[in-house]
Structures are given as C-alpha cells and as structure tokens.
C-alpha cells in the first residue's frame, strides 16, 4: 500500500522559503512510473494545484506559482521535495502531497494527510 | 490556462435523495486516445481528499456505486444516486492533460437540509 506524509516546519517568516518533503513508502519514487504532485488548499478556499514532477525527471508548475516554485525527488531518501520562495501570508495553506494511479487510473490517487504551514512574522 | 467551472457551488442536499454537479472546462478534455483527462474528488472535514472518479466516468476503488461521472469534451456532471449523511464534504473536479498545467474547479460544497 502506498502511503505519503509530509513534513516541514508549520510556521515560516514571510520573503523566507517554505520547503518541505514528502516521505513515500510502499513505492520507489525513483522508478519514474507515476506522477508526483503538490497541491494546497488555502484557509477558506479551494484546492490549487501546484505542480509535479513525472517521467523521471520532468517538471510542470502552475503558472501563477511557476516563478517561485520548485518541485524535486531525493532518490536516496525515498523523498519528494517542494520549495517555495519569497512567501507571503497568502501562502498560508494545508500542503498535500499525492502520486498519480496506476495506467491514468486517477491524476491524485494517493494522498498524504497534510500538512499545515502559517506565514507569519 | 485551461479553466474549470463547477456548478452549483453550494448544494443542500436531502439524504435518500439525488444530488448532481456540473463541471465546464474552457477547453476540451478529449484526447487522441479517447479518454477523457477529467477527475473528481471529495474532501471531507478533517480529511485530505479523496478520488472518487477518473477519467471521466471510472469509479474509483472502494467507492460506492450511487456515485457515477458522466460528460465528455468540455461538460461533465457527477451523480449520486441517493445522498447519504457519509457524502457530505467539498467535491472538486480537476482536469489532468498531460500536455498542459492542471487546475481543480472551484469546490462545491454538498451539505445535508
């Protein structure tokens, strides 16, 4: 069964970089099957997604987050890792991480439970 | 950019029964393939989310069969066929063409009257 969890620290400054990893187990994030993505749901708002990284090596971001982000895999560690720099409050948000299904069955088919990360001085 | 609009955005619901949602997108889903590249989610209080339909109209493992997906090209709609208190939450279609960046639809949140 393949399960995630993601960590990080829950407060960060504003202008720092929110970096955070995503831990995998029950699968190799190296094997470059499947879709590995970020998305956040904003307090009171709706799920963004926010990008992925697929085919081993590729990387796709939401063009309005596209200047500020990077996505990235640790292989040694099992890990998918997400940077987000120059933040502000509006980044204050529950971080998913989630891997595609197998064959298309599904773009978010796997989720971690989240994690909650507030900007603030 | 492609852009995915659900509708309605809130939606009372009666348990027993049927409810129904509909999700435009601002460009066709249709790919060479025949597959529509069109999901839905559920996420309930407290829970991250979870998928219920892929590629337009599969179930999901472990998923009910009162939900179905319907539509392709740029309409899509999802059914329950008798509303539970269980379906409660926020339901999000997301397009997935691999060609482009992905975007979720605004969220409709189905509460029961």
């Known amino acids: 069964q393949v399960q995630l969890q993601e960590s990080g620290p829950g407060l960060v400054k504003p202008s720092q970089t929110l970096s955070l990893t995503c831990s995998v187990s029950?699968?190799?994030?190296?094997?470059?099957?499947?879709?590995w993505s970020w998305i956040r749901r904003p307090v009171g708002k709706g799920l963004e997604w926010i990008g992925r990284f697929y085919d081993g090596g590729a990387t796709n971001y939401s063009p309005s987050l596209k200047s500020r982000v990077t996505i990235s895999i640790d292989t040694s560690k099992n890990q998918l890792s997400l940077d987000l720099r120059s933040v502000t409050a509006a980044d204050t948000a529950v971080y998913y991480c989630?891997?595609?299904?197998?064959?298309?069955?599904?773009?978010?088919?796997?989720w971690g439970h989240g994690l909650l990360v507030t900007v603030s001085p | 950019d492609i852009v995915m609009t659900q509708s309605p955005l809130s939606l009372p619901v009666t348990p027993g029964e049927p409810a129904s949602i509909s999700c435009r997108s601002s460009q066709s889903l249709l790919y060479s393939n025949g597959y529509n590249y069109l999901d839905w989610y559920l996420q309930k209080p407290g829970q991250p989310p979870q998928l219920l339909i892929f590629l337009g109209s599969n179930r999901a493992s472990g998923v009910p069969d009162r939900f179905s997906g319907s539509g392709s090209g740029t309409d899509f709609t999802l059914k329950i066929s008798r509303v539970e208190a269980e379906d409660v939450g926020i339901y999000y279609c997301m397009h997935h063409l691999q060609t482009t960046t992905w975007t979720f639809g605004q969220g409709t949140r189905v509460e029961i009257k």
């Open positions: 029950g699968d190799s994030i190296g094997r470059g099957s499947f879709s």
């Open positions: 989630a891997r595609g299904g197998v064959a298309g069955a599904g773009a978010l088919r796997y």
